[in-house]
């Protein structure tokens, strides 16, 4: 005897597609942040925003079906608790590609101070009296 497909069922194994759907956009999130590129990496967010749209709402809507329903099956227990996992592996990707971004920043701050250096340097000028002196690149020149 074969067990019937409740609504139920078919929500939770969509929320348990959709959760792995995220962990691989996650996975393509952190190689576009390592390999920086920020076109593809806006249009795989704006993708990943509806995903989540869309899992938010099914979570929603699992949620009422599980507080006026029945005891689960142990079919629907089991997805459930896949979908756990699978979420506990979303939260743990975000982290990672977190921390990337953060690092990323770091690296662009100290490469900006480095130049600003460099900056400062060539526009060492001397005083009348031969002492290093900091001047500004553009303003008039006296001989």
Known sequence: MT????PLTQAISKQVEQLTSLAGLLEKELHLISSRDAESLMR???????LLTSI??????????IKSSEP?????????????????DC???????????EQGQLRLTHLRN??????AKESLTYDKKGKPKG??????VSA
């Open 3 to 6: 067990e019937q497909v409740t």
């Open 44 to 50: 795989l967010l704006d993708e990943k925003t509806e």
């Open 56 to 65: 938010q709402a099914l979570d929603g809507s699992i949620e009422r079906t």
């Open 72 to 88: 689960l099956s142990e079919e629907n227990e089991a997805m459930l608790e896949t979908a756990k996992q699978l979420l506990e």
């Open 91 to 101: 939260k743990y990707r975000t982290q990672v590609n977190q921390k990337a971004v």
């Open 114 to 119: 480095l130049m600003m250096e460099v900056r």
């Open 135 to 140: 001047g500004s690149l553009g303003s008039g």
